[in-house]
């Protein structure tokens, strides 16, 4: 069983930086493909980005792109959301999530964090 515990949401002003976390348990790193997903209130779920198992892969939401960064690091088991310039519109429960493909869709992973809420204020 995989275990997912993210952590380092909190409130920011727009423009701010954040970065969070995902700890994952010990069978996780190099075996699955990891991702991102948020979901704003009275929102869908949505695909922020994903990194390959070996991390030569990366894949981001265009309202993402040149702002967020994804990374891994398999040694210490964490996966980590780097977010620069950030906006209201980015205000959600950020969720990671364990799979075996670099997919945008919520149903191909197959593990999931209870999530970490970021806000960020006007």
């Known amino acids: 069983q995989v275990q997912l515990v993210e952590s380092g949401g909190g409130l920011v002003q727009a423009g701010g930086s954040l970065r969070v976390s995902c700890a994952a348990s010990?069978?996780?790193?190099?075996?699955?493909?990891m991702a991102w997903f948020r979901q704003a209130p009275g929102k869908e779920r949505e695909f922020v980005a994903v990194?390959?198992?070996?991390?030569?892969?990366?894949d981001y939401a265009d309202s993402v792109k040149g702002r967020f960064t994804i990374s891994r690091d398999s040694a210490k088991r964490r996966l980590y959301l780097t977010m620069n310039s950030l906006r209201p519109e980015d205000t959600a429960v950020y969720s990671c999530?364990?799979?075996?493909?670099?997919?945008?869709?919520?149903?191909?992973?197959?593990?999931w964090g209870q999530g970490t809420q970021v806000t960020v204020s006007s």
């Open positions: 999530a364990a799979g075996t493909t670099t997919s945008r869709l919520v149903q191909n992973y197959d593990y």
């Open positions: 990194i390959s198992r070996g991390g030569s892969i990366t």
């Open positions: 010990e069978h996780t790193p190099g075996t699955y493909d």
